[in-house]
C-alpha cells in the first residue's frame, strides 16, 4: 500500500508504516534539515520542501503514479496545544489552518484512508467544537467522503519507553463501507528509561564522538531492537556543561526539578550573577526515574530532562531512543541550535515525531481493516516479535 507523508518531519509515521509494509510514495515538510533526515534515511521516497499552502497538485504529480492508499501526517500544532493559554483565542492561528491543506491533499487523491496525529489539546479547543470541525471537514473529503473516527493513544501501551499521549484521527473513504479501528493496548508491563538507554556507551557532558562503537551488552528485547541493523552509534554526543551547571544536576534527585534546589543552585540573572533570577521554570532540569517510562520528549527536551544516572542531559541518541527510533535512523542537521539559526536541530525532530513503534501499530491496524478482515500479507513487515516485553538479563 503506497502513503504520503504530509508534515513528515524526520520520518516518524513514515518509518513505522514502512515497519508494516507500507511503501512512501512521496514525503513533504518545509523544514530543510527534516528534509535532510528524511532523506538520508529514506533515500527511496521523493521529498518535496516548502510551504504545502505553496505546493500545486502539479508538483506532487511529478512523483505520483500509482493509487495512493493512506495519506498520514500531523499539521502542525502549537495553535492547538494545551501549553498553548490563548488556545480558545486562536481560531485565526495559520498554524491551524495548515490543517486545511492536509484536506486540500486528501481532495487531490482520494485516497482509501488518511491518518491524523496531533496534541491532545485539540480535544478540548473551543470545548470540544474545533475536534467537531475537523471531523466534519474530513467526512465530507474527496470524491466519496470518509468515515471518521479518533482516540487518545499512549506511546507506552504499545511498547514506546514514554508516557506521550496523542490524539489519532483516522479516516476510511465511504465507499469501502468499513470503519476505522485502533490498535488496543500492547503491553501491560511499560519500558522504562533504563531499559531503553542502558546499553549506550556511557559519556559525561562534554564527551561523545559523532560515531562510537557499543562497548556494552545488549539488556533486553528492546535494546536488541534498536540496534538490530546498527553496527555502530551515532547521535550520542552530549551537551558542554558549565560545572555550575553540573553541581546542579548533582543535587537534583530523580524525580526532582530545578526548583528543588533552587534556594542554592537556582538560576542567576543575566549579567549579575551574584544575584537569583526572578524567573522560574518548573519544567526545566528534570531528573527522570530510570525505573519508568520518561514522560512527553517534547522538542525542548534538551533542557527539560537530566539523566537518570548521569549529570548531564539526554543526548540526541538517548532521546532517540525513549522515541523507539533504532540505531541505524540517522538524524542530520545541527545537534542543538541557536535562535538565529535556520532550520530545525536534531533534538528538536526528535522531540516533534510520532514514535514509530507507535506508528507501527496504527499502520497494522489499518492494513487489516482495509484488507477488509482477510489474511494480510505481512511478508514485507517486520517480524512483530521483536516488540515481546523485554526482560531484562
Excluded at 121 to 133: E, F, H, P
Excluded at 238 to 255: C, D
Excluded at 289 to 304: C, E, L, R, V, W
Excluded at 305 to 330: C, V, W, Y
Aim: proline share 5%; net charge positive.
Amino acid at each position: 500500500m503506497n502513503t504520503i507523508d504530509l508534515f513528515s518531519g524526520c520520518g516518524g509515521v513514515s518509518l513505522g508504516f514502512k515497519w508494516a509494509g507500507f511503501n512512501a510514495v512521496l514525503a513533504s515538510d518545509i523544514d530543510e534539515n527534516c528534509e535532510k533526515t528524511f532523506t538520508a534515511n529514506f533515500p527511496e521516497t521523493p521529498f518535496i520542501c516548502g510551504d504545502l499552502s505553496d505546493i500545486k497538485k502539479e508538483d506532487f504529480d511529478k512523483h505520483i503514479n500509482k493509487e495512493i492508499d493512506v495519506v498520514i501526517g500531523g499539521p502542525p500544532c502549537q495553535g492547538f496545544s494545551l501549553a498553548n493559554k490563548k488556545r480558545n483565542k486562536v481560531a485565526d492561528d495559520p498554524r491551524n489552518k495548515l490543517f486545511y491543506e492536509f484536506v486540500k491533499v486528501i481532495d487531490w487523491y482520494n485516497p482509501k484512508s488518511f491518518v491524523m496525529e496531533n496534541v491532545k489539546g485539540l480535544l478540548s479547543m473551543k470545548s470540544g467544537q474545533v475536534i467537531k470541525q475537523i471531523i466534519a471537514e474530513f467526512e465530507n473529503a474527496g470524491e466519496y467522503g470518509y468515515e471518521v473516527k479518533y482516540e487518545v493513544l499512549k506511546a507506552s501501551d504499545f511498547g514506546v519507553p514514554q508516557a506521550r499521549q496523542r490524539v489519532i484521527v483516522i479516516g476510511i473513504r465511504k465507499d469501502l463501507k468499513v470503519l476505522p479501528e485502533f490498535p488496543k493496548k500492547k503491553y501491560e508491563k511499560e519500558i522504562t528509561v533504563n531499559e531503553a538507554i542502558s546499553d549506550l556507551p556511557t559519556i559525561h557532558a562534554s564527551e561523545g564522538k559523532p560515531i562510537q562503537q557499543y562497548t556494552k551488552k545488549v539488556k533486553n528485547g528492546y535494546q536488541e531492537f534498536m540496534r538490530k541493523n546498527s553496527n555502530n552509534v551515532k547521535n550520542h554526543v552530549a551537551m558542554r556543561h558549565t560545572q555550575r551547571l553540573i553541581n546542579r544536576f548533582k543535587a537534583i534527585k530523580n524525580g526532582q526539578g530545578l526548583l528543588d534546589v533552587w534556594e542554592t543552585h537556582g538560576a542567576v540573572q543575566r549579567g549579575n550573577p551574584g544575584k537569583k533570577s526572578t524567573v522560574k521554570f518548573s519544567q526545566n532540569n528534570q531528573r527522570l526515574h530510570g525505573d519508568k517510562p520518561a514522560p512527553t520528549i517534547a522538542a525542548s527536551f534538551q533542557s527539560n530532562f537530566i539523566h537518570p544516572k548521569l549529570d548531564r542531559n539526554f543526548t540526541a541518541r538517548e532521546g532517540a531512543r525513549l522515541q523507539s527510533f533504532p540505531d541505524d535512523f540517522e538524524f542530520k542537521g545541527m545537534r542543538t541550535k541557536m535562535s538565529w539559526e535556520k532550520g530545525l536541530s536534531q533534538y528538536q525532530q526528535i522531540g516533534n515525531a510520532v514514535p514509530p513503534l507507535l506508528a507501527y501499530e496504527i499502520a497494522l491496524t489499518l492494513k487489516r481493516v482495509l484488507e477488509k478482515g482477510n489474511v494480510v500479507d505481512e511478508s514485507k513487515a517486520i517480524n512483530a516479535d521483536v516488540f515481546h516485553q523485554p526482560e531484562i538479563i
